[in-house]
């Protein structure tokens, strides 16, 4: 079983940055493939980013490569995502996903993920 427990999000202006963060419970972080996912309003939860299992390997959506950038400290068990030249349509709810059986072409969907933080939320105006 793995807890995850997210923190950062909040109201930004367009162009600024936010970094999340999502602390994983357990000792087989290390061995967890580490999903981002975003759900706007009436939108369905769409995949932002992910680690690979050994963590040596980042997946982007396009969306947000070359904005976005994924971190992680194990001795902390928590990764980043660390958002920058923040968008109005990258406002939604963000959350943090966890997987210890995952293949490379199924990283960016949700259902691959059995652990889930709590979400956060991220607004950008305009």
């Known amino acids: 079983q793995v807890q995850l427990v997210q923190s950062g999000g909040g109201l930004v202006q367009a162009g600024d940055s936010l970094r999340l963060s999502c602390a994983a419970s357990g000792r087989t972080f290390g061995t967890y493939a580490m999903g981002w996912f975003r759900q706007a309003p009436g939108k369905e939860r769409e995949f932002v980013a992910a680690f690979s299992r050994s963590g040596s390997t980042t997946f982007y959506a396009d969306s947000v490569k070359g904005r976005f950038t994924l971190s992680r400290d194990n001795a902390q068990n928590t990764v980043y995502i660390h958002m920058n030249s923040l968008k109005p349509e990258d406002t939604g709810a963000y959350y943090c996903?966890?997987?210890?059986?995952?293949?490379?072409?199924?990283?960016?969907?949700?259902?691959?993920?059995?652990?889930w933080g709590q979400g956060t939320q991220v607004t950008v105006s305009s």
């Open positions: 996903a966890a997987s210890g059986a995952i293949y490379n072409s199924d990283y960016d969907s949700a259902s691959s993920y059995p652990y």
